[in-house]
């Protein structure tokens, strides 16, 4: 799912939170295109919103004779967004005075328009600025409600742009189809740790990363979400997403069955330990001279009991990572566990798996039907897993 959006920038201090807000819609897959006025490139040139939007930055209607087409850049997006958006800006907006890029492509634009304004406190108080905002709201634009604290005067109050990872989730709430409204998704995520003793454990190298990015994108399309989430230093800051944390492989199963019986779909993207010490000695095993061994058991197979017991209302989604024979491995894996979809990513494949914020996915489903997928972001890749269970379930 592609989202076309105009980014229009105006000349405030806050310019610099939209350079970093471009990397958050970029990774979150939208499509992004700047446009600016005079006076915001006096803040941060267009060279470098250009190059972290990978797209050429509108500037000038009129530029060296010739006419930039704001009607087309309007009619391309699906939506825009101003931020920061400026006292004047708001006031050329409201009243349609289309001196510069930014004002005519908001007048050509035909999509959602969301407002996040940034100005000092008295500005944003004065009743010419309450009217501004008034008059845009009634023409059906959204307008981001503004943060409060320091801003760029040493006042204190509101006024400042709202926080980029606010402006992002204000936009997705928005924007996105919620496919998943009124299902339960659980998701276990990160690795489990096995005690040998109270010192030592045995894990793998997996940070949970690509199971926050999942629980992330069920929850923006509607989803209740738990995340069973192992011990990792990352963690999941949508509000919407209850976290559960465990330590063992044992714990995991228990609040995944346990959680899995009121929910419609489970995600397994944890890297669950297979086995664990038989014996885990309560004081810290001492080194002697000679070699030790350490005998280990199985652990219980979470993705395994939940497809085995699943109704036919539920989906089990599971990973597979692997070294060698990748597909192979994976297609036996989801008949075995009798996974609706699985997800394979290969150590062989560079910026892939662990510890990485991207990968490199194959999503196989039942009839054997293999799509494979460029190296993306993984918030990107959760989209791509998630389009295809709602083409499953549907
Ligand atoms: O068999 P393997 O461990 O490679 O299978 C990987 C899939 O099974 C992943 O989805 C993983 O989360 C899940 N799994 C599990 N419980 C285990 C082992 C793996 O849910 N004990």
């Not at 400026?86 to 492509?105: F, R, V």
């Not at 740790?193 to 399309?221: W, Y």
């Not at 297979?274 to 004081?283: F, L």
Request: charged share 20%; hydrophobic share 40%; aromatic share 6%.
């Amino acid at each position: 799912m592609s989202k076309k959006i105009i980014l229009g920038v105006s000349g405030s201090i806050a310019v610099y939170k939209s350079v970093y807000l471009v990397r958050l819609l970029i990774k979150s897959g939208y499509d992004v295109k700047v446009v600016m006025t005079p006076a915001a490139t006096k803040f941060v040139s267009a060279l470098t919103f250009a190059t972290i939007s990978k797209n050429p930055v509108s500037l000038n209607i009129i530029d060296k004779d010739t006419w930039s087409n704001h009607v087309e850049l309007g009619l391309w997006a699906d939506a825009m967004l101003i931020a920061p958006a400026t006292a004047s800006t708001l006031s050329k907006l409201s009243t349609g005075l289309s001196d510069n890029m930014l004002i005519a492509t908001y007048l050509s634009a035909k999509c959602p328009v969301f407002i996040a304004p940034a100005m000092d406190l008295d500005m944003w108080k004065h009743p010419s600025t309450r009217s501004n905002i008034t008059a845009l709201q009634s023409y059906g634009n959204y307008i981001i409600p503004v943060g409060t604290g320091e801003l760029a005067s040493g006042l204190i109050g509101d006024g400042r742009l709202a926080e980029p990872d606010d402006i992002l989730r204000y936009l997705n709430e928005a924007l996105i189809n919620k496919d998943l409204k009124g299902k339960k998704v659980i998701i276990t995520a990160g690795p489990t740790q096995e005690a040998l003793d109270p010192v030592r454990f045995l894990s793998n190298h997996s940070t949970g990363k690509m199971g926050i990015c999942l629980a992330e994108e069920c929850a923006i399309r509607g989803a209740k979400v738990t995340l069973i989430l192992g011990p990792t230093h990352l963690q999941c800051n949508h509000p919407e997403v209850k976290t559960i944390k465990i330590s063992t492989a044992q714990d995991m199963y228990d609040v995944a069955v346990e959680e899995f019986k009121s929910s419609s779909i489970a995600i397994m993207a944890a890297a669950v330990a297979d086995y664990r010490p038989k014996n885990t000695s309560a004081q810290k095993i001492k080194k002697k001279n000679n070699d030790m061994s350490i005998e280990l058991e199985r652990t219980p197979d979470i993705a395994k009991t939940l497809g085995e017991n699943k109704t036919h209302e539920q989906y089990t989604i599971g990973f597979a990572l692997e070294t060698h024979n990748a597909l192979e491995n994976a297609k036996g894996k989801l008949k075995r566990k009798n996974f609706d979809l699985i997800v394979l990513n290969s150590l062989e494949d560079k910026g892939a798996g662990f510890k990485h914020n991207t990968n490199k996915v194959s999503i196989v489903n039942k009839s054997g039907d293999v799509e494979e997928y460029p190296l993306k972001p993984k918030q990107q890749v959760a989209i791509d897993i998630i389009d295809q269970l709602i083409s499953i379930m549907n």
